[in-house]
């Protein structure tokens, strides 16, 4: 019995796999010194930026993420909505008032 109870567990075996890409001298140069500001390493940074892609999808890519051959996003919901809450700029604003009153000289 007591040599059971002295084993320990053992430790589940990972995989790991590398992903490598290159950055300019100054985008290196900025990342170290974010990461020197926020106290962390550059792979933590980019592990938890890269978080939402590398952990909800390891099964499978919901249907709506795939794209179609040639497929453009012209009239995605979201992008249009940005142009309609566009609030008119002061220039806008003068050109619309400049316009009224020619319409309003016209019209005597």
Do not use: W
């Not at 002295?6 to 100054?26: C, D, E, I, P």
């Not at 500001?37 to 919901?62: C, D, G, N």
């Not at 806008?92 to 316009?99: D, G, L, R």
């Amino acid at each position: 019995m007591s040599s059971n109870v002295n084993k320990k567990k053992s430790r589940r075996r990972y995989k790991h796999h590398a992903v490598t890409f290159k950055l300019t001298s100054g985008q290196y140069k900025s990342l170290k010194n974010y990461c020197k500001a926020r106290k962390t390493t550059p792979i933590k940074l980019i592990k938890k930026s890269i978080e939402r892609f590398i952990s909800h999808y390891e099964y499978e890519v919901p249907a709506e993420l795939y794209l179609t051959e040639n497929q453009l996003d012209l009239f995605d919901e979201t992008y249009n909505e940005q142009f309609i809450k566009v609030q008119p700029t002061v220039e806008q604003e003068q050109v619309k008032v400049e316009n009224e009153q020619l319409t309003m000289n016209f019209e005597l």
